[in-house]
T-cell receptor, first 116, second 112 residues
């Protein structure tokens, strides 16, 4: 497909379990971002990848959150020992990454995570 | 620090009314400014953007002008339609990562 895809679209898990969320960026986009959208906090930046490196992880809320990107393409966001406050929609975005000041980020449909 | 402030919603308008959604920002350097829209049940879509002072972004009848002197990027449309009902987010990019800082979003409801 031409757009950013994310899977699963919905995930329900029990408190304490680990979850993995996947993002497939637009082909050719070197930059990849993860954001979180929740009722209480709005849209928050989590982490940024340029290629396979993550030069900005400043938005990750705790060490239970981690992410990796392989082959300069697919990225996985992992949340360990999930808590109820992790319930949110997790959004992935990608951009060309070569013109940082004017780059446009294109968003995927998101993964809705519910922690019971 | 970096922030974006949007007017509180919801905004309820009749079809063909004039729309303004205010947005002001605080940022270091010279950010690009964006309006994203989220239609019911859908993901975030870029509506328009402006990359330097006095630039005007436009799309689908919506416009916004990058005003550096007032640090504002207000969204306007001359005649809204029911299909414009959505949540609108103002944002700017910051830092070498160009990560986006978003406003809280403004819900627009257009009625017949």
């Amino acid at each position: 497909g031409a757009g950013v895809s994310q899977s699963p679209s919905n995930k329900v898990t029990e408190k304490g379990k680990d979850v993995e969320l996947r993002c497939d960026p637009i082909s050719g986009h070197t930059a990849l971002y993860w954001y979180r959208q929740s009722l209480g906090q709005g849209l928050e930046f989590l982490i940024y990848f340029q290629g396979n490196s993550a030069p900005d992880k400043s938005g990750l809320p705790s060490d239970r959150f981690s992410a990796e990107r392989t082959g300069g393409s697919v990225s996985t966001l992992t949340i360990q020992r999930t808590q109820q406050e992790d319930s949110a929609v997790y959004l992935c975005a990608s951009s060309f990454g070569f013109q940082r000041g004017t780059d446009t980020q294109y968003f995927g449909p998101g993964t809705r995570l519910t922690v019971l | 620090g970096n922030s974006v402030t949007q007017m509180e919603g919801p905004v309820t308008l009749s079809e063909e009314a004039f729309l303004t959604i205010n947005c002001t920002y605080t940022a270091t350097g010279y950010p690009s400014l964006f309006w994203y829209v989220q239609y019911p049940g859908e993901g975030l879509q870029l509506l328009l953007k402006a990359t330097k002072a006095d630039d005007k972004g436009s799309n689908k009848g919506f416009e916004a002008t990058y005003r550096k002197e007032t640090t504002s990027f207000h969204l306007e449309k001359g005649s809204v339609q029911v299909s414009d009902s959505a949540v609108y987010f103002c944002a700017h990019n910051t830092g070498t990562a160009s990560k986006l800082t978003f406003g809280t979003g403004t819900r627009l409801q257009v009625t017949l």
